[in-house]
């Protein structure tokens, strides 16, 4: 009968892998190349890679590219120091594209002598979510009275503006009499006055001017988005008329400045009818719908695909709530862009093209006003997807 304390021993390493092979976490163990030497069966569970796929292989096969170098200064730092060492990087699922993971790695000599590193790993995908919802929703409530603020100050000096653009063209105008009047008594020709002006392009910068300041008027417009509060105008909307209506709209949108054209991308539905009415302003909602398929749009003429341009719209209910996925098959966003698309003024389109706002104009309509949700998931080469979530009546989510 084996001594006591080799009882005790081989208990206590029963205890430890049942320990590590039930654990809702990810333990790993690494040798010095950087190759598995040991998954923990979490790895399948939260991954889809079963072990054989993954102990023998590098951990750069796994790790996204631009999180490699980070990963290899952290196990760096750990060797040298002898200490434990914290990094969040992506791996990659077997089917779904990329998680976010922190692991903790802890260098270790075993009894031969070798080292590895033995580390625990847990998936904060849905935490950092989260939290870049709560810290996209604190920036908006933030920016909103500051929008408003600027937007009441602009208005007034910018209706000046516009008001003596036009009076500049009236004073000109040939078909008010008073204009011919004051000619007159100081000897001058008012045709020939405006044949100067037309000569010396000055209607054509007065126009310029007029047109400055009616797109300014649209992105106060726009930044007062933030600020306005109230149900004025709320109905219960079906979602799949909402959306063939939006869709009819874009479809007469056509700019050669911005160079698409809606009519030529595919649309493609998926309704799902068993959807309840939804609540809502029907006036925002489309204007949010409608900046997302433009923008949809636009992303697809600028790049050189060799697919037929597709949009596909599609609904369904999730979690009690009103779905609304808007995705296309254009050049998709990297993960810094895609983590900015709603931030006020931030765009990618070329200067004159867009203010930058109408994204998080929709941030605002969606969550403050609504009561929902909007995300976005993309990848590079891969096109974008934006999903909407309403409360519907008897979803349980409804705002009264």
């Known amino acids: 009968m084996p001594p006591k304390s080799s009882e005790t021993f081989f208990k206590s390493e029963s205890r430890y892998r049942m320990l590590v092979e039930n654990s809702c976490d990810i333990i790993f163990s690494l040798d010095t190349e950087g190759d598995f030497v040991y998954v923990s069966p979490a790895w399948e569970k939260i991954l889809g890679h079963v072990p054989s796929e993954v102990v023998g292989h590098n951990f750069r096969e796994f790790v996204h590219q631009e999180d490699i170098p980070r990963c290899e200064t952290t196990i760096l730092k750990a060797i040298q120091s002898n200490s434990t060492q914290e990094v969040t ?68 000096p910018l209706g000046a503006i516009l008001q003596h653009a036009q009076n500049i063209e009236r004073r000109v105008s ?16 008012l045709d020939l006055v405006r044949a100067y002006l037309q000569k010396r392009g000055v209607f054509d910068f007065i126009g310029h001017i007029r047109s400055a300041g009616m797109r300014a008027s649209d992105i106060i417009s726009n930044m007062l988005q933030f600020s306005r509060r109230g149900d004025s105008g709320v109905e219960y909307v079906d979602l799949s008329v909402l959306l063939d209506r939006v869709m009819k709209l874009a479809g007469t949108d056509y700019d050669m400045k911005k160079k698409y054209h809606f009519n030529l991308i595919r649309l493609q539905r998926s309704y799902d009818a068993g959807i309840p009415p939804v609540r809502m302003v029907v006036a925002e909602i489309e204007q949010v719908l409608l900046n997302i398929l ?10 050189s695909m060799n697919r037929q341009p597709l949009i596909t719209v599609r609904t369904g209910l999730s979690e009690g709530m009103a779905l609304i996925e808007i995705e296309d098959n254009g050049p998709g966003m990297d993960e810094t862009t895609r983590q900015r698309v709603f931030e006020p003024f931030f765009s990618t389109k070329e200067v004159g093209v867009g203010t930058g706002l109408g994204l998080s104009v929709a941030y605002a309509i969606i969550t403050n006003r609504h009561h929902g949700s909007i995300d976005v998931r993309s990848c590079l080469g891969e096109g974008s997807c934006f999903t909407l979530k309403l409360p519907c009546r008897g979803g349980g989510n409804e705002q009264r």
Request: no cysteine.
């Open 89 to 156: 990087y992506r791996i990659r699922h077997a089917e779904r594209g990329w998680r976010w993971f922190t692991s903790r790695g802890t260098p270790h000599i075993d009894e031969n002598g070798i080292l590895t590193i033995i580390g625990i790993s847990q998936d904060v995908t849905e935490r950092l979510r989260i939290e870049e919802l709560m810290t996209q929703t604190e920036k908006m409530s933030m920016i909103s009275g500051m929008a408003a603020g600027m937007a009441h100050e602009i208005n007034n």
């Open 174 to 189: 040939t078909d008010i009499p008073a204009n011919y009047k004051a000619a007159s008594e100081v000897g001058v020709s």
């Open 294 to 303: 433009k923008n949809a749009a636009q992303a697809i003429s600028s790049a």
